[in-house]
C-alpha cells in the first residue's frame, strides 16, 4: 500500500508540476489542484499509513491511527478550495479584462476555428 | 529616563507645531520654542553634575539579544554638542518666525526643525551605538525634508535626494561599522566601547571599523570627496542652512570622530586618513568659496573648509588639538550661523545673494552690515574675536604636526587654507556690505529686531569670548574635552588671547596679510582658476545616479519578465536541484516498517488515478475533459483517505472536490474552452524533466518516511485527552475545534478573506473593458437549455433534504466522522444548486440571507466563542462541556466548541455561496446578452426573408 500511495504522490506532483508550468491560466489552475491533491497526500502520509483503525474514540477499538495530519489536511483541503476559488476568479477577471489567459505576456488566444467546441464564435 | 527627554520632547513636540499653527504663526512659534526650552530646561538641570565631572546615565532595554538598548548618557561632550543644538535651535525658531513667508505652512516646518532637533539630540546623548545610528538615520531624513522644503524649485528637490543619497548612504557605512566595532568590543554601550579602546585597536577588525566609521563621519561632515552635497544642500531656506547645514548637522561626523576618539585614535591609520582628509578638505573648500558668486554658496564652502580643519585637528590625535578642534566648535558655530542668518536678511531685503550684484549695505542695512561683518572677521582670524583664538591653536597644533617624515607639509598646508579663509571671509564683508553700491535697492533696509535679535545674540559671545577665552568657554570646552581624551577626568584647557610671539602667531599674521593681499589679485586668479578647470561633482553625481538606474533596469529587465511559467520553472528547477543535492550527499538505508497488505480495489483506485494523472497532461489542451479528469483524480484521493482510516477527510475532499467541479465549470464556460498546444518540444521536454524529477523525488521521499516507524507525537496525548479533555471521541474534530482551535480560527479567517477578495473582483467585473468583453460572450450552443426541467424539480427536492444532512452531519461531527467543514460543504453545495439549476435570478430573489453576514457571523461566533473563555479565567478558546437530559432527546453532550464549529459552518457557507453566486452573477450578464441578441438576429433574418419574398 505505502507504494502505492508513494507512486500516486508522484503521479499528482509530476502531472500538477507539468502542467504549472503552461503559459495559459487553465492548466495552470488544474496543476495547482493536482499539486494540493499530492501535497495533501503527502501529508497525510506523514503520519504513516494505518488500515482500519479511524480516529474516533471507542473502548473497543484496538488503536487508532494518528490525528494530527489529518486535522492538519483536512483544513488544508477547505484552504485549498479557497485558494482555487481565487486564483479561478482572478484567471477569470484577467481573461476579461485583457481578452488573454496567457501568463507569460505573449499574444493573447488565437482565435478557434469555427465548430470547436468554444463559447462564442461569429454571431 | 529624565535624560532620554532631552531627545524625546523634542521629538514628540514636532507633534504640536502644526497643531498650534491653527493659532497663528506666533502662537506656532512659541509653542515650538516652548518645546525648546523645556529640552534645553532638562538639559540644564542635567548638568551641574556633568560639569562636576559625572557622566549622567539612564534608559531602559529595548531588543537585549541584539544589544539594542534605548540607553542615553551626558558627559561634557553631549553636554557641549547638546547645548549648541538646543541654543542655536532657539535662536534659529525666532529667525524663522520672520523669515518665511506668511503663505508658507510654518506649522510643518517647525514640526521638520524640531524633529530634526530631537534626533541630531539623540546622536549626542545617546549611549548605545545602534541607537546612535537611529538617531543619525533620523538626522539624514529630516535633513532631507527640510533641503526639499521648498519642494517646487528642481534645486530643492535635487539638492535634498543628494543629501540624502550621500548622508544616507553613510549612515549604513556608520552602521556596518558599529556593528563590528560592538563585536570587537563585545558590547554596543559607548560606555563600555570607551573603555575597551585599546582591545578595538588590537582587533583585526580594527582598519574596516575605522574605514567604515569614517565613511558615515565624512559624509555626513562633507569631507573631501563627500562634499559636493553640502553646497547643493543650500537649496534649503536660510535658517535650515544656519542650523543644520552650518552649526549642528554636518558636526555629527566631527562629534563622532570625537566620540570615539579614544577608541578609534592613537594609530597611524587614523592619524594617516583623518588629518590627511582633513586637510585636503580644508584646502579644497577654501579654494572655492573664494571663487564662488553665491552668498550660501561661499558660506557653504567655507563650511566645508572648517569642517576639514575639525577633523584635521581630531586627526592629530593629540589632546592638544582636540581641545582646539573643541573650541573651534563651538566658535564656528556661532559665527558661521551668524553669517547665515545675516545673509538669509540681506536675501530677504534686497532679493539677491549674487555678490556681484551686491555692494555697499552698510549704508542702507546698518544693524546688519556689522553684525556680519564682525562675523565675517571672526571667521577670518581676526584678533580679539573668538575665531582667532582657535585658528591658533590650530595653526599651533599644526606646527608640530610631522606628516610622513615631511614636518613643513601640515603647517604650511595649514597656514595657506587660512589665507584662503581670509581671503574669502574679506571678500564677502568688502564685496556684500562695503565698498560700492552696486544694485540700486532703495527699499532694502534693516529686518524688524525679530530677525537679527537672533543673530546679535550670537554675535554677542563672538566677541566676548574672543576677548576672555579662558573665563567663558574655559570650563565647558574643558569638561569636553575631559570626557573626549581622558573618560571623564578634566584636563587643563589654557585658552589665551596672547601666547607671546611663537610659530602659531606669526603663521596668523601670514595668513591675514596673505589673506588681504589675495584679495588684491583675486581677478587674475579666477582666470586662473577658470583655465584649471575642475570637475563638476554635481554633474558626476547625477551620471553616477543615472548609471545606477541604468544598472537597476536592466537587472530588473532581465529577471522580471512578466512570465509566470519562467518564475514557476526557476523555483521547481531550484527546489528540485536542492532536493537532489540533498539525496546526493546523504545516505539513504531503506526502512523496515512492515509494508501493508494491498487489494485489488486498492490496486484499481491507483491505476484510475495513475492513468488520470498521466492522461491529463496529455489531453491538458480539452479543458472540459481535463475537468473530468481531475474529478475522477479527486475521487480516487478521497477513496483512498476512506481506505486509510480517515473517514474525516474522505468526506471532505468529496465535498470540496464537488464545489470546486462546480467552481470550474462556472469559470470554463465564461474561459475558452481549449488550450492551444504549446509549440516548442525543446521546452516541453524541459518541463516534462522538471516535473518527472519532482514527482520521482516527491515520491521517494514519501516512500522513505513511510517505511519507517514513528517515534511518540503529540497525536498520543489528542487521544488521550479527546474525550475527558474536549468531550467528543471524533479526535480530528476535537483537534480542529478544540486542541488546535486557533489554528481553525485562523484558517476559516483566510477562507473569509478570499470570498470578499473573490467579490471585489467580480463586482468591478461588470464595469469597463471587462464588462465589454462579457457582452460579446455567448452561450455556448450545447448548453441549448439553460435552466433543464429536471435538473431544477430534483435540485428543488433535494434542498430540504441536503439542509437536513447539513445539520445532521454537523450536530454528529464532535464524536462522528463530520463537523463544521463538511456540513458547511454539504449546505453550501445544496444551495449553490439552485443557483445553477433555476438560475441567479431565482435564487437571489428567494435568498433570505446575505452571504456577507454569513462570513462575519461566523468568524464573530467563533471568536466570541474563544473569548468566552477568558471570561472564566481559561485561555482563549478553552471549551467547556456538559451533559443535559432533553425531555425526547434524551441524554445530550453540549459543548463551547460545538459554537466555535457553528461559526465554521456559517464561514464555509458563506465563503462558498459567496464566490460561487458572484460568478453565477457574471454568467447572468452573458445569458442576458445572448438572449437580447438572438432576438435581435431572429427579428433581422425575419426582416430579410420577407425581403426576399416580396
Known sequence: MEILIAASIGFLTMAGVYLVLRRHSYPMIVGTAFLSYAVNLFLFAMGRLTLDRPPLVDPAAPGYTDPLPQALVLTAIVISFGMTALIVVLALRGFLETGSDRLDGGPPHEPEAPGADRAGGPA | ?950
Open chain 2, 1 to 950: 529616563m529624565q535624560l532620554a527627554l532631552i531627545a524625546l520632547v523634542p521629538l514628540l513636540g514636532a507633534l504640536l507645531p502644526p497643531l498650534a499653527m491653527r493659532a497663528g504663526r506666533n502662537v506656532c512659534t512659541v509653542v515650538t520654542a516652548g518645546v525648546t526650552l523645556a529640552a534645553l530646561a532638562v538639559l540644564v538641570a542635567a548638568a551641574p553634575a556633568v560639569l562636576r565631572g559625572e557622566t549622567v546615565r539612564a534608559g531602559t532595554d529595548w531588543v537585549p539579544q541584539l544589544g539594542l538598548s534605548f540607553r542615553f548618557m551626558l558627559d561634557g561632550l553631549g553636554l557641549f554638542f547638546a547645548g549648541l543644538i538646543l541654543g542655536i535651535g532657539l535662536l534659529i525658531i525666532v529667525y524663522a518666525r520672520s523669515y518665511l513667508a506668511r503663505s508658507e505652512p510654518a506649522g510643518r516646518f517647525f514640526a521638520y526643525l524640531l524633529l530634526f532637533q530631537g534626533a541630531m539630540t539623540g546622536i549626542v546623548i545617546s549611549d548605545n551605538v545602534l541607537l546612535l545610528v537611529v538617531f543619525w538615520e533620523l538626522t539624514s531624513l529630516s535633513s532631507f525634508l527640510l533641503i526639499g522644503w521648498w519642494s517646487q524649485a528642481p534645486e530643492g528637490r535635487q539638492g535634498a535626494r543628494m543629501a540624502l543619497i550621500v548622508t544616507g548612504g553613510g549612515g549604513l557605512l556608520l552602521m556596518a561599522g558599529m556593528l563590528l566595532l560592538g563585536q570587537a568590543a563585545g558590547s554596543y554601550e559607548l560606555s563600555v566601547i570607551l573603555t575597551r579602546g585599546d582591545i578595538v585597536r588590537a582587533s583585526p577588525l580594527y582598519i574596516p571599523i575605522l574605514l567604515l566609521v569614517l565613511g558615515g563621519a565624512f559624509t555626513k561632515s562633507a569631507q573631501f570627496p563627500f562634499h559636493f552635497w553640502l553646497p547643493h544642500a543650500m537649496a534649503a531656506p536660510t535658517p535650515v542652512s544656519a542650523y543644520l547645514h552650518s552649526a549642528t548637522m554636518v558636526k555629527a561626523g566631527v562629534f563622532l570622530l570625537a566620540r570615539l576618539w579614544p577608541v578609534l585614535s592613537g594609530t597611524e591609520a587614523w592619524f594617516v586618513v583623518v588629518s590627511t582628509t582633513g586637510l585636503v578638505t580644508m584646502l579644497v573648500g577654501a579654494w572655492i568659496a573664494l571663487f564662488k558668486t553665491d552668498l550660501k554658496a561661499i558660506l557653504a564652502y567655507s563650511t566645508v573648509s572648517q569642517l576639514g580643519l575639525m577633523t584635521m585637528l581630531l586627526g592629530f590625535g593629540t589632546p592638544e588639538a582636540t581641545v582646539a578642534c573643541l573650541f573651534h566648535i563651538l566658535n564656528h558655530a556661532t559665527f558661521k550661523a551668524a553669517l547665515f542668518m545675516g545673509a538669509g536678511i540681506v536675501d530677504h531685503e534686497t532679493g539677491t545673494r549674487d555678490i556681484r550684484r551686491l555692494g555697499g549695505l552698510v549704508r542702507l542695512m546698518p544693524v546688519t552690515a556689522a553684525l556680519s561683518l564682525v562675523a565675517a572677521a571672526a571667521m577670518a582670524g581676526v584678533p580679539l574675536l573668538n575665531g582667532f583664538v582657535s585658528k591658533e591653536m590650530m595653526l599651533a597644533a599644526a606646527y608640530d604636526t610631522h606628516w610622513a617624515g615631511l614636518p613643513w607639509l601640515v603647517p604650511v598646508g595649514a597656514t595657506l587654507a587660512s589665507l584662503l579663509s581670509v581671503a574669502y571671509a574679506a571678500r564677502y564683508g568688502f564685496g556684500v556690505f562695503l565698498g560700492r553700491r552696486r544694485q540700486p535697492a532703495p527699499a532694502a533696509h534693516d529686518p524688524p529686531a525679530a530677525m537679527w535679535a537672533p543673530v546679535a545674540v550670537l554675535v554677542v559671545p563672538v566677541i566676548a569670548i574672543g576677548v576672555a577665552p579662558q573665563l567663558l568657554a574655559g570650563p565647558l570646552v574643558a569638561v569636553a574635552a575631559g570626557s573626549t581624551i581622558a573618560a571623564g577626568s578634566a584636563i587643563p584647557v589654557d585658552l589665551a588671547l596672547w601666547h607671546g610671539v611663537n610659530p602659531a602667531l606669526l603663521m596668523s599674521v601670514t595668513a591675514l596679510v596673505g589673506g588681504v593681499a589675495l584679495l588684491a589679485i583675486w581677478a587674475g586668479l579666477d582666470r586662473l582658476r577658470a583655465r584649471i578647470g575642475a570637475p563638476d561633482a554635481k554633474a558626476l553625481f547625477d551620471r553616477g545616479i543615472d548609471a545606477t538606474v541604468a544598472a537597476a533596469r536592466a537587472t530588473i529587465g532581465a529577471l522580471h519578465t512578466e512570465s509566470l511559467p519562467r518564475y514557476l520553472a526557476v523555483i521547481l528547477a531550484t527546489t528540485v536541484a536542492v532536493g537532489t543535492a540533498g539525496f546526493l550527499s546523504g545516505t539513504y538505508a531503506p526502512g523496515t516498517r512492515a509494508l501493508l497488505p494491498v487489494g485489488p480495489p486498492s490496486l484499481v483506485a491507483f491505476l484510475a488515478l495513475a492513468a488520470a494523472s498521466l492522461a491529463v497532461v496529455v489531453v491538458h489542451g480539452r479543458r472540459l475533459l481535463t475537468l473530468v479528469l481531475t474529478g475522477v483524480v479527486g475521487l480516487m484521493v478521497s477513496l483512498a483517505f476512506l481506505k486509510l482510516s480517515a473517514p474525516d477527510l474522505a468526506l471532505t475532499q468529496i465535498t470540496v472536490e464537488v464545489v470546486t467541479t462546480i467552481l470550474m465549470l462556472l469559470a470554463l464556460n465564461l474561459l475558452p474552452k481549449r488550450t492551444p498546444l504549446e509549440t516548442g518540444r525543446l521546452r516541453r521536454l524541459r518541463d516534462a524533466a522538471i516535473a518527472g524529477a519532482a514527482g520521482l523525488g516527491t515520491a521517494g521521499l514519501a516512500y522513505a518516511v513511510m517505511t519507517r516507524d514513528l517515534a511518540t507525537t503529540i497525536s498520543d496525548f489528542h487521544i488521550a485527552q479527546a474525550k475527558p479533555g474536549g468531550g467528543g471521541t471524533n479526535v480530528v474534530n476535537v483537534t480542529l475545534v478544540d486542541f488546535r482551535g486557533f489554528d481553525t480560527f485562523g484558517e476559516i479567517i483566510v477562507l473569509c478573506i478570499a470570498a470578499l477578495v473573490i467579490v471585489a473582483m467580480l463586482e468591478t467585473a461588470l464595469r469597463g473593458a471587462a464588462a465589454r468583453r462579457l457582452d460579446q460572450l455567448r452561450r455556448s450552443p450545447l448548453a441549448a437549455d439553460v435552466h433543464p426541467l429536471v435538473l431544477v424539480v430534483v435540485t428543488r427536492l433535494l434542498l430540504p433534504l441536503a439542509l437536513t444532512v447539513g445539520v445532521y452531519i454537523f450536530l454528529r461531527g464532535h464524536n462522528q466522522p463530520g463537523g463544521g467543514f463538511v456540513a458547511g460543504l454539504v449546505v453550501a453545495i445544496a444551495l449553490i444548486m439552485q443557483y445553477i439549476a433555476s438560475g441567479y435570478g431565482w435564487a437571489a430573489d428567494r435568498r433570505r440571507f446575505d452571504a456577507h453576514v454569513l462570513l462575519g457571523a461566523g468568524v464573530l461566533l467563533a471568536g466570541a466563542t474563544g473569548l468566552g473563555a477568558l471570561l472564566f479565567g481559561r485561555p482563549f478558546l478553552t471549551s467547556a462541556f456538559g451533559h443535559f437530559d432533553l425531555p425526547l432527546v434524551g441524554d445530550v453532550e453540549l459543548a463551547t466548541a460545538m459554537l466555535f464549529d457553528a461559526g465554521v459552518f456559517l464561514t464555509v457557507v458563506g465563503t462558498v455561496v459567496l464566490s460561487l453566486a458572484r460568478i453565477a452573477r457574471v454568467e447572468q450578464r452573458v445569458e442576458r446578452g445572448t438572449a437580447a441578441r438572438s432576438s435581435t438576429a431572429a427579428h433581422n433574418g425575419a426582416a430579410r426573408s420577407g425581403a426576399g419574398e416580396a
